[in-house]
């Protein structure tokens, strides 16, 4: 059997592409036919970086040196004195509210270092 446009369905590959996700495979020259051992050593997964962030870019710079680390700074201070003294910042207080900010950032930064390119 002959592939035409070198396009491969969800049935004879028993791979499920994805909206992010492009298949393509080489073929051999002058087959007629193929089976599953030549198509699961030659298949490429190509994944669009359509959500990757580039670490040299200009957002990422900003966001690593405009935004982290005076959160971090603060954190390093802020965080020995209220486990030291078991001090609270007092609830609903522009403390309690920023220290809450700086949570939300920190765990979005996580997401944003999954989402970094190399």
Same mark, same amino acid.
Request: a neutral charge.
């Given at each position: 059997?002959?592939?035409?446009?070198?396009?491969?369905?969800?049935?004879?590959?028993?791979?499920?592409? &994805?909206?992010? &996700?492009?298949?393509?495979?080489?073929?051999?020259?002058?087959?007629?036919?193929?089976?599953?051992?030549?198509?699961?050593?030659?298949?490429?997964?190509?994944?669009?970086?359509?959500?990757?962030?580039?670490?040299?870019?200009?957002?990422?710079?900003?966001?690593?040196?405009?935004?982290?680390?005076?959160?971090?700074?603060?954190?390093?201070?802020?965080?020995?004195?209220?486990?030291?003294?078991?001090?609270?910042?007092?609830?609903?207080?522009?403390?309690?509210?920023?220290?809450?900010?700086?949570?939300?950032?920190?765990?979005?930064?996580?997401?944003?270092?999954?989402?970094?390119?190399?």
């Amino acid at each position: 059997m002959l592939l035409k446009n070198k396009q491969i369905s969800k049935a004879q590959s028993g791979f499920n592409p &994805c909206l992010l &996700c492009f298949v393509r495979f080489p073929l051999k020259v002058g087959t007629d036919d193929f089976d599953a051992k030549d198509l699961a050593g030659s298949l490429i997964i190509n994944v669009s970086d359509a959500w990757m962030v580039n670490p040299k870019n200009k957002f990422r710079m900003v966001w690593d040196l405009g935004v982290m680390i005076p959160l971090l700074v603060y954190l390093m201070v802020l965080l020995p004195f209220r486990l030291a003294f078991d001090n609270e910042a007092p609830r609903f207080t522009w403390v309690y509210w920023f220290e809450f900010f700086s949570d939300m950032v920190a765990m979005t930064d996580i997401f944003l270092n999954f989402r970094t390119g190399n």
